[in-house]
Each structure stands twice: as C-alpha cells, then as structure tokens.
C-alpha cells in the first residue's frame, strides 16, 4: 500500500492522508498502515493530466525523442495519458507498431501511452489504413496530423469508418495550398521581416470545409491546434447547429503571437503558427465560453541543431509538455480559475474520448498528480526529461509545478 501525507485536495486548506492500494485509490485519511509513504509536502491533488496530441518519435526519429524520454517528461509535468501521434518512421499505420509501442510503454512505468494510428497508408491521404485491424490492436483515435487531408471524399470515408468503430477523427485543419511555404502567420510581422506567411483562411478554410463533412457524415470531427478566431467562430457556429465537431487549443497559442519571430529564432517557428493577439484573445475566449473542448500541448520535440536552423529550413515544433500546466495556471489562473484549467486538462479530454472521467474517490484508479500552486520556480530546460532541452519560456518563473505523479497506483515522477 502506498500512502501521500500531507496534501490537500482541490478548493481546501486542510491536509489530508491519501492511500493507494493495487492500482486503486483506497480511501483517505485512513488508520491503515503502508509499505511506502512519500510527503505530499503541502501540495494538492488533482487527477493525473491526459494529453491527446504529442509527438513521442518513435519509431525511426528517437533522435528528437522516445518513448521512455517522452514519456518521463510527461509524468514529470503532472500527466498520467498521453495519446502519440502517428508521423513517425514508419508511420503508425500497422497493427504490430502499435502493440508494440503499447508494449514498450506499458514496460517503463511511466505516463501511459494510448497510440493513435494514421488514417490513410503512409498518411499519403490516399487510402485508408486498416482502421478496424489497429482499433483492435490498441488505437485509441485516428489521425494523419503533420499532415493536412486533402482529398475530401477521402476525409469523408475516414471519418464514416471510424464514426463505425465508435472511434473519432482528429485532424491538422490547413488548406495546404493556401498556406503554401508559409513559416509563420501571414501579416504586418511577416512583411517587415520578409517572410512567407501562412494566412489564417488556410486554417478557416479548412475547418469550414472539415465541418460541413462532418455535418454530412454525422461522425465526430476533433480539430487539433485551433489558432485562429475565425475557425473558433466556425466551430462555435457549428456547435449551435448540432454538428459533432469539437477542438482543441494549446498553451502556446494562448501565449505566445507572431511577435516572438521578430528573433529570428526558430524555438517559435509552429504549425499551425503563433498567431495575432486578438486571435490569442479570441481562443481565452473560447475557453471562457466552453466553445473550446479541451487542452492539449502539440508536444512536438526537435533536436538543438535542428531548431538553430534559420527560419526558412528549421522544422516546425514547440516542445513544452513539462511546463504546460504550471505555464496555464501562471498565465491564467486568476482568468479562468485553477478548476477550470484542470479540468480542461483531465475531465475534459477524458469525454471526448469516450474515458470514464478521473476522480479522486475511493475505488477510482490511482492515477493522480500533486501540484504545488505556490511555489515559484524558474523554467531551467537543463532538467527537463524531454530530450528537447530548449523552450521559449527558458529563464521564466511559473507556479503551479507537479512535484508527484502517480498512475495506475506506481510512482512514475517525483520532483527532488
């Protein structure tokens, strides 16, 4: 058995005695005696984080990052799930890479992998994968993220076959012609620094069209990264008309905008890129108003010498899945409420995915993480477990930092 003294829970002052016991939350505050006890050190308890959207690499980019790196960063920054995503090398669209990766995963004791698989062979858009086949085999959603579907009729079949097998359709929603070359937001900054940009119709162009396929399908459409606030306006149009579509928004689009490139430095070069400050408004907004379903990171590591790469050759990818939390609860906790950004990170993803919702109650699996709200520390990318030791938010100081995570009744991090 194992026993965290001295944490609170959410909303509460008081400390309290939480017991874990084969996999499972035992109960609080009990008189039983335990084989491990650890201090929660006056922290609180929340469910264990879900990511639905990170790149882990492997197979074939280890370089960047694996399994047991990416998988330690996420615990490390308060997540028990981490849904990959399938752009690797190979891609993810056979059944024995993902049992295999759940295998591997499932080895290190660390967050819990649920692989999403390709939608189409090689993610070539072309034809679709054995969807059923890697259902069985352990995928939890289907994607070509990194890549944009342009074929609709192909997005069309995708989404029916999967909508059959009780499973959705998460996609990166870019009009690839329309965004061209483009390195960063197309604009009055990507004028004066003359680069190409990427113009926010290439993302409402795409979701308009993404939407009324799934209108047409009546299957579920899950649009990744949303960045601007004309495809938040489509999805919460969509949303009033009863169409099954929902999106999420990452930490670096509510943060960061397009004048972070004035640097030159490609730590910020991101697809979908950084937009305006109205558009970072737009999706807080979002969050506000509910329109927005859920956080996710885009964790998408790359190797230093890669990032050093100028602007036009650097690779697209910010790399934060450690700090994501402490990051929102510094930025917006006095917005959108500690709660809130919980849930957003934990209950939230759970329904979209069709999970039972975490808790924290007797019976509920152990799978939880103990945040320090108060603690200030800075952000040294020198200690991150992610193999990408970089960030844009080096050298800021963030609240919020989990100290422990917990997942399936195994300590998988513990903050020294």
């Not at 390709?118 to 858009?125: F, I, M, P, R, Y």
Request: aromatic content about 4%.
């Amino acid at each position: 058995m194992l026993k965290i003294e001295n944490v609170k829970r959410l909303g509460s002052e008081q400390l309290e005695t939480l017991f874990v016991e084969n996999g499972y939350i035992k109960g609080w505050n009990l008189n039983d005696t335990a084989e491990q006890t650890l201090d929660g050190r006056g922290g609180t308890v929340i469910p264990a984080l879900i990511e639905l959207h990170a790149h882990l690499r492997e197979p074939g980019q280890t370089e960047k990052e694996d399994l047991a790196s990416g998988l330690a960063a996420a615990a490390a920054g308060g997540y028990g799930t981490v849904v990959s995503m399938p752009n690797t090398s190979p891609v993810v669209d056979d059944p024995s890479i993902v049992r295999a990766l759940i295998e591997k995963a499932d080895g290190l004791g660390l967050a819990r992998l649920r692989p999403a698989a390709a939608l189409t062979k090689g993610q070539s858009g072309k034809e679709l994968a054995e969807l059923a086949l890697l259902k069985d085999a352990g995928a939890v959603m289907f994607t070509d993220d990194g890549r944009t579907n342009e074929d609709a009729r192909m997005l069309r079949l995708g989404l029916e076959y999967a909508h059959s097998l009780g499973l959705m359709v998460s996609v990166h929603a870019e009009d690839a012609t329309l965004r061209a070359d483009g390195v960063m937001n197309e604009g009055p900054v990507s004028e004066a620094l003359g680069l190409p940009g990427n113009p926010a119709a290439a993302e409402a162009a795409r979701v308009a069209r993404d939407i009324e396929i799934a209108a047409f399908t009546g299957a579920r459409l899950h649009v990744q990264h949303l960045s601007t606030a004309r495809a938040l306006d489509l999805v919460r149009e969509a949303k009033k008309r009863g169409v099954p579509v929902t999106c999420e928004v990452c930490p670096h689009h509510l943060t960061l905008t397009d004048e972070a490139l004035r640097s030159f430095d490609a730590l910020y070069k991101v697809a979908p890129p950084l937009r305006t400050q109205a558009d970072a408004d737009a999706l807080l907004a979002g969050l506000l108003d509910g329109t927005v379903d859920c956080l996710s990171t885009d964790h998408a590591p790359h190797t230093r010498a890669e990032k050093e790469r100028d602007l036009l050759e650097a690779p697209f990818g910010i790399a934060y899945i450690e700090l994501a939390f402490p990051l929102m609860v510094t930025r917006f906790a006095d917005t959108l409420g500690v709660e809130r950004i919980v849930n957003l990170m934990t209950s939230a993803p759970a329904r979209l995915m069709g999970w039972d919702e975490p808790n924290l109650t007797e019976g509920a699996p152990a799978d939880f993480t103990v945040v320090d709200l108060d603690t200030e520390r800075v952000v040294d990318p020198s200690t991150f477990k992610s193999k990408a030791k970089h960030t844009p938010w080096a050298g800021e100081t963030l609240r919020g930092w989990p100290t422990l995570t917990v997942v399936g009744g195994r300590v998988a991090f513990e903050r020294a």
